[in-house]
């Protein structure tokens, strides 16, 4: 252990690290359980995972979940973090005591990399080597007493998706190991090597890198890209100088800088694996591979993504039905309760009509969340999203994307904020500022609720080809619309303001595997925790300043619909109504629109509010659904809502930006409100067209 202060006094961290796709989610899942919570690190918006486990002796010990790495050497800002809190570097987060990394046994080559750098900077090192199982199935025997004599450090052999392992690796936490005591056994050519030492020199001499790691640092120095010495200050110009002239120097005898250690160290790894693994009779094409041919094909592969999309969306459809009646029958029951303790006044109504409606509109649609996060899960878990990676990137390359951008557009499926910012992985600008003006049209989770209140109201519940249900066609075609249209942006961005040279996608296919039913659980009880926390903060209050701008100033005379017509909300829904009525909306609809501007969801609970206030001599037991299917205009006589403006008021939320926090998520990562402003106007102006389009459609042909 380093000498980080007492731990007698404080926590022991343990920081968990691994190449991305080794399983080390799982792993952490496994150890930490419901003991976890998910912030960002100060000063940055890449999400910090962390939780406690109790070790044998009675200590809690911190584990710190960092982003996926596959070395020290880091090309995004969230492997910079990995490599900064590894290495000590991190403000406001503690060296760790120990570094836990998790490692793939059916990969030890690739792997084992940055196990090795660890090695050479003498940090205390645990290599939890998890998914043996699969590592079996492929024909390979890893021999765990002959790789932990060659790498000097405890290996844990691991099937996290079980457990098997799990309580191995608690205990050996709990010793806290020292590092290993093994020399740097890879070689570097005799010139890099000696230029190598003489920086080394340097640097022990400038006092500030302790011996343990100077060599490393020396290494990276000289194998670093020019362009890197300008952005660090972290070492004297002095230092730097020498670095350059060394760059020239390796550069004049013919050495590729960048890779020469790299190659070194593999060919040594090479030899350790060799060592340490035998093969196991001879798997021939394994159904992996058998089953890669199918679902990456061509044609197949496109065929059975939208298959699997579609079905999703049916059954969130379907199990949802019952949880969500369950809930909205419970927030009923809590309204009558508390209407029977309070008397009738204005507390009554803003505790009844504002806020136990306005969150009831809302959270009576976690069960749909839930479903759609747990069937996202279960394809992550398997290693089925990486193929539906490989299977889209050729149709994104059409448009100009790199294949890269397949992961950010896929997380903004979920918000578009972590969306954003998972761009970063991106190298080049254009294609990164690309990804992220188009990411805010993959349908978030937010949307969903504004969705599945429109659909339940105005899409007859009936089967299509036997099968599937019009709603959930219907759901499925509002994700679909918003990734055509974002392909559709990037085509045209990709080909004037954004034009840049297509690079291939190189994508890493994980091996299959069963998913973790604990991880799964995990990540949906995570979102259901930070959906609730919402309900109970931002809808709360959105529900309740909604109720007061509906309530107030009073109107002595006059019906519940009048007074809300009167209020500071109807006149802010009439002074918007102009612009527009002709989408078919009118000043209700248009309240939902200002109030949905910072979080879409708050659409659901400000009908809530004012359907509820209006409905003042109702028994509280009909749907919001219901009540908005059967509210009429008494200006005109005519229905609120009917199905061409439902439909209107869906696709105008499929494609604008009714989200300010992802306006500021763009103007920080792009430094600017440039990006931030077109992307908003663009998204704005195509809202409104394509809602303008589907209202006039919808009517001409009819509808009702």
Same mark, same amino acid.
């Given at each position: 252990?380093?000498?980080?202060?007492?731990?007698?006094?404080?926590?022991?961290?343990?920081?968990?690290?691994?190449?991305?796709?080794?399983?080390?989610?799982?792993?952490?899942?496994?150890?930490?359980?419901?003991?976890?919570?998910?912030?960002?690190?100060?000063?940055?918006?890449?999400?910090?995972?962390?939780?406690?486990?109790?070790?044998?002796?009675?200590?809690?010990?911190?584990?710190?979940?960092?982003?996926?790495?596959?070395?020290?050497?880091? +090309?995004?800002?969230?492997?910079?973090?990995? /490599?900064?809190?590894?290495?000590?570097?991190?403000?406001?987060?503690?060296?760790?005591? =120990? #570094?836990?990394?998790?490692?793939?046994?059916?990969?030890?080559?690739?792997?084992?990399?940055?196990?090795?750098?660890? #090695?050479?900077?003498?940090?205390?090192? /645990?290599?939890?080597?998890?998914?043996?199982?699969?590592?079996?199935? &492929?024909?390979?025997?890893?021999?765990?007493?002959?790789?932990?004599?060659?790498?000097?450090?405890?290996?844990?052999?691991?099937?996290?998706?079980?457990?098997?392992?799990?309580?191995?690796?608690?205990?050996?936490?709990?010793?806290?190991?020292?590092?290993?005591?093994?020399?740097?056994?890879?070689?570097?050519?005799?010139?890099?090597?000696?230029?190598?030492?003489?920086?080394?020199?340097?640097?022990?001499?400038?006092?500030?890198?302790?011996?343990?790691?100077?060599?490393?640092?020396?290494?990276?120095?000289?194998?670093? &890209?020019?362009?890197?010495?300008?952005?660090?200050? @972290?070492?004297?110009?002095? $230092?730097?100088? &020498?670095?350059?002239?060394?760059?020239?120097?390796?550069?004049?005898?013919?050495?590729?800088?960048?890779?020469?250690?790299? +190659?070194?160290?593999?060919?040594?790894?090479?030899?350790?694996?060799?060592?340490?693994?035998?093969?196991?009779?001879?798997?021939?094409?394994?159904?992996?591979?058998?089953?890669?041919? $199918?679902?990456? &094909?061509?044609?197949?592969?496109?065929?059975?993504?939208?298959?699997?999309?579609?079905?999703?969306?049916?059954?969130?459809?379907?199990?949802?039905?019952?949880?969500?009646? =369950?809930?909205?029958?419970?927030?009923?029951?809590?309204?009558?309760?508390?209407?029977?303790?309070?008397?009738?006044?204005?507390?009554?109504?803003?505790?009844?009509?504002?806020?136990?409606?306005?969150?009831?509109?809302? /959270?009576?649609?976690?069960?749909? $969340?839930?479903?759609?996060?747990?069937?996202?899960?279960?394809?992550?878990?398997?290693?089925?999203?990486? @193929?539906?990676?490989?299977?889209?990137?050729?149709?994104?390359?059409?448009?100009?994307?790199?294949? *890269?951008?397949?992961?950010?557009?896929?997380?903004?499926?979920?918000?578009?904020?972590?969306?954003?910012?998972?761009?970063?992985?991106?190298? *080049?600008?254009?294609?990164? #500022?690309?990804?992220?003006?188009?990411?805010?049209?993959?349908?978030?989770?937010?949307?969903?609720?504004?969705?599945?209140? =429109?659909?339940?109201?105005?899409?007859?519940?009936?089967?299509?080809?036997? $099968?599937?249900?019009?709603?959930?066609?219907?759901?499925?075609?509002?994700?679909?619309?918003?990734?055509?249209?974002?392909?559709?942006?990037?085509?045209?961005?990709?080909?004037?303001?954004?034009?840049?040279?297509?690079?291939?996608?190189?994508?890493?296919?994980?091996?299959?595997?069963?998913?973790?039913?604990?991880?799964?659980?995990?990540?949906?009880?995570?979102?259901?925790?930070?959906?609730?926390?919402?309900?109970?903060?931002?809808?709360?209050?959105?529900?309740?300043?909604?109720?007061?701008?509906?309530?107030?100033?009073?109107?002595?005379?006059?019906?519940?619909?009048?007074?809300?017509?009167?209020?500071?909300?109807?006149?802010?829904?009439?002074?918007?109504?102009?612009?527009?009525?002709?989408?078919?909306?009118?000043? *209700?609809?248009?309240?939902?629109? #200002?109030?949905?501007?910072?979080?879409?969801?708050?659409?659901?609970?400000?009908?809530?509010?004012?359907?509820?206030?209006?409905?003042?001599?109702?028994?509280?037991?009909?749907?919001?659904?219901?009540?908005?299917?059967?509210?009429?205009?008494?200006?005109?006589?005519?229905?609120?809502?009917?199905?061409?403006?439902?439909?209107? /008021?869906?696709?105008?939320?499929?494609?604008?930006?009714?989200?300010?926090?992802?306006?500021?998520?763009?103007? @920080?990562?792009?430094?600017?409100?440039?990006?931030?402003?077109?992307?908003?106007?663009?998204?704005?102006?195509?809202?409104?067209?394509?809602?303008?389009?589907?209202? @006039?459609?919808?009517?001409? =042909?009819?509808?009702?």
């Amino acid at each position: 252990m380093r000498d980080n202060g007492s731990t007698s006094t404080r926590t022991r961290t343990v920081a968990l690290v691994g190449n991305p796709n080794s399983g080390k989610t799982t792993v952490f899942n496994a150890l930490t359980g419901l003991r976890q919570k998910v912030a960002n690190y100060p000063g940055v918006t890449v999400e910090r995972h962390e939780g406690t486990i109790r070790l044998p002796d009675g200590t809690d010990c911190l584990i710190l979940d960092l982003p996926g790495t596959y070395s020290l050497r880091a +090309s995004s800002p969230d492997e910079a973090i990995a /490599v900064d809190v590894m290495l000590g570097r991190a403000a406001h987060t503690p060296p760790p005591d =120990l #570094i836990v990394c998790v490692v793939d046994a059916g990969n030890l080559e690739r792997n084992l990399y940055i196990v090795s750098q660890i #090695i050479d900077r003498r940090l205390p090192v /645990v290599l939890a080597l998890n998914m043996m199982d699969v590592a079996r199935g &492929h024909g390979l025997a890893v021999n765990v007493h002959r790789l932990e004599k060659e790498l000097g450090v405890p290996v844990i052999p691991m099937v996290a998706t079980t457990g098997a392992g799990i309580e191995a690796l608690r205990r050996t936490v709990a010793t806290t190991p020292p590092p290993s005591s093994r020399g740097r056994e890879w070689k570097l050519p005799e010139p890099v090597h000696r230029e190598a030492e003489e920086l080394t020199g340097m640097l022990l001499e400038s006092g500030k890198y302790p011996e343990a790691s100077a060599f490393s640092e020396a290494i990276d120095l000289l194998t670093s &890209h020019p362009s890197a010495l300008e952005q660090t200050d @972290r070492f004297d110009r002095a $230092i730097l100088e &020498h670095v350059r002239l060394d760059h020239q120097k390796l550069d004049f005898l013919g050495f590729d800088r960048e890779s020469v250690a790299a +190659s070194a160290r593999y060919a040594w790894l090479r030899q350790v694996v060799a060592r340490s693994t035998d093969r196991v009779g001879y798997p021939g094409i394994s159904g992996s591979d058998r089953l890669d041919g $199918i679902l990456t &094909h061509r044609v197949w592969g496109l065929v059975i993504f939208l298959v699997l999309m579609a079905l999703m969306f049916q059954s969130v459809f379907s199990w949802a039905t019952a949880p969500m009646e =369950l809930i909205g029958e419970g927030f009923d029951a809590l309204g009558r309760g508390v209407s029977g303790l309070i008397p009738p006044g204005p507390l009554h109504d803003l505790i009844i009509d504002g806020a136990i409606a306005g969150v009831a509109a809302v /959270v009576t649609f976690l069960p749909q $969340i839930l479903f759609l996060f747990f069937f996202l899960t279960l394809l992550e878990d398997t290693g089925y999203m990486a @193929r539906a990676a490989y299977v889209m990137d050729r149709f994104m390359g059409r448009v100009g994307l790199p294949g *890269k951008a397949f992961i950010p557009l896929l997380s903004s499926f979920a918000c578009a904020i972590p969306g954003i910012m998972a761009a970063r992985t991106i190298e *080049k600008e254009r294609d990164r #500022i690309a990804t992220m003006l188009i990411a805010p049209l993959m349908s978030c989770s937010a949307r969903l609720p504004v969705y599945t209140l =429109l659909i339940a109201a105005f899409i007859p519940a009936t089967t299509v080809l036997g $099968i599937l249900s019009l709603p959930a066609l219907t759901m499925f075609g509002l994700y679909l619309l918003g990734v055509l249209v974002a392909m559709g942006i990037a085509w045209v961005l990709k080909r004037s303001v954004l034009r840049s040279v297509q690079t291939e996608l190189l994508l890493e296919l994980p091996p299959y595997k069963l998913p973790s039913l604990k991880s799964v659980l995990l990540t949906m009880w995570e979102r259901a925790v930070v959906f609730l926390k919402q309900a109970g903060t931002i809808i709360l209050g959105a529900s309740i300043i909604m109720w007061f701008l509906a309530s107030y100033p009073k109107l002595e005379h006059g019906s519940p619909s009048e007074q809300i017509e009167y209020s500071f909300a109807g006149r802010a829904g009439k002074l918007i109504e102009p612009v527009i009525e002709p989408l078919g909306f009118n000043w *209700k609809i248009g309240i939902g629109l #200002i109030s949905s501007l910072f979080q879409r969801e708050v659409f659901v609970s400000t009908m809530g509010t004012i359907y509820n206030i209006q409905d003042t001599g109702g028994d509280g037991s009909v749907s919001l659904a219901s009540r908005m299917r059967e509210d009429i205009d008494p200006a005109t006589g005519q229905p609120t809502f009917t199905v061409p403006i439902a439909l209107a /008021v869906l696709v105008y939320y499929v494609l604008a930006m009714q989200c300010l926090s992802t306006v500021a998520v763009m103007r @920080r990562e792009t430094n600017g409100w440039k990006w931030p402003a077109l992307q908003f106007a663009t998204m704005t102006g195509l809202a409104y067209a394509a809602a303008f389009i589907v209202y @006039r459609l919808g009517t001409a =042909l009819g509808g009702t």
